[in-house]
């Protein structure tokens, strides 16, 4: 499946937060990441998740599609972190 994640964390769990979401998808920009995850790694990523967050203070958001290809996406201006694919 292909997801976009989003967080809102207390500046002191954003660090451990980015590491962790770097360990499963691609860093799009601030707080936001997209790629291609199964369902095993995304309940793996929100365990962690849930293990940084203060859920009564914090916020996580996924969106989910079944396929990259589902979602059109359009970048207005400079992309902060373009997506390289080395092989």
Do not use: H
């Not at 769990?13 to 995304?42: A, D, H, P």
């Not at 009564?56 to 989910?64: C, R």
């Not at 400079?78 to 080395?86: G, H, I, R, T, V």
Request: net charge positive; glycine share 4%.
């Amino acid at each position: 499946m292909y997801i976009i994640l989003v967080y809102d964390m207390g500046e002191k769990r954003v660090g451990k937060m980015l590491k962790l979401c770097r360990r499963y998808l691609n860093w799009i920009q601030n707080s936001v990441f997209e790629g291609e995850i199964t369902e095993v790694k995304l309940k793996e990523l929100i365990y962690c998740a849930k293990n940084i967050m203060k859920e009564d203070y914090d916020s996580l958001i996924i969106f989910k599609n079944r396929q990259k290809k589902w979602l059109d996406k359009e970048i207005i201006g400079k992309e902060p972190n373009a997506l390289d694919s080395f092989l």
